[in-house]
């Protein structure tokens, strides 16, 4: 599976983004799918998973009520919907695919099978 994201870019305080993934190959709905997120000088921190049948999905509490992660089986893509965005947003976003569960995802982020290559959204205040 490879996957491709994008949708970042540079934005105030307040305004909002949406991140697609997309991915390749017949086998998406076999996948829990995430977004992490890495901030300069920091560790890289899970932000939000969703399970195969977005039956399950997870949030990181820094993001809660302003993000929403969404997909779209027939498409292969994944979507994180930004609203609100705070400076302390900044971070290249990464989607991830794994055959475990969403939740899973979020505890161990060692567990996701692949990585996109990150896109880049800077929010200044």
């Known amino acids: 599976v490879q996957l491709q994201a994008s949708g970042g870019g540079l934005v105030q305080a307040g305004d909002s983004l949406r991140l697609s993934c997309a991915a390749s190959?017949?086998?998406?709905?076999?996948?829990?799918m995430g977004w992490f997120r890495q901030a300069p000088g920091k560790e890289r921190e899970f932000v939000a998973a969703?399970?195969?049948?977005?039956?399950?999905?997870y949030y990181a509490d820094s993001v809660k009520g302003r993000f929403t992660i969404s997909r779209d089986n027939a498409k292969n893509t994944v979507f994180l919907q930004m609203n609100s965005l705070k400076p302390e947003d900044t971070a290249v976003y990464y989607c991830?695919?794994?055959?475990?569960?969403?939740?899973?995802?979020?505890?161990?982020?060692?567990?996701?099978?692949?990585w996109g290559q990150g896109t880049l959204v800077t929010v200044s205040s």
């Open positions: 991830a695919a794994s055959t475990f569960t969403a939740a899973i995802m979020r505890a161990d982020p060692d567990r996701c099978d692949y």
């Open positions: 190959g017949r086998t998406f709905n076999s996948y829990a």
């Open positions: 969703i399970s195969r049948t977005a039956g399950h999905i």
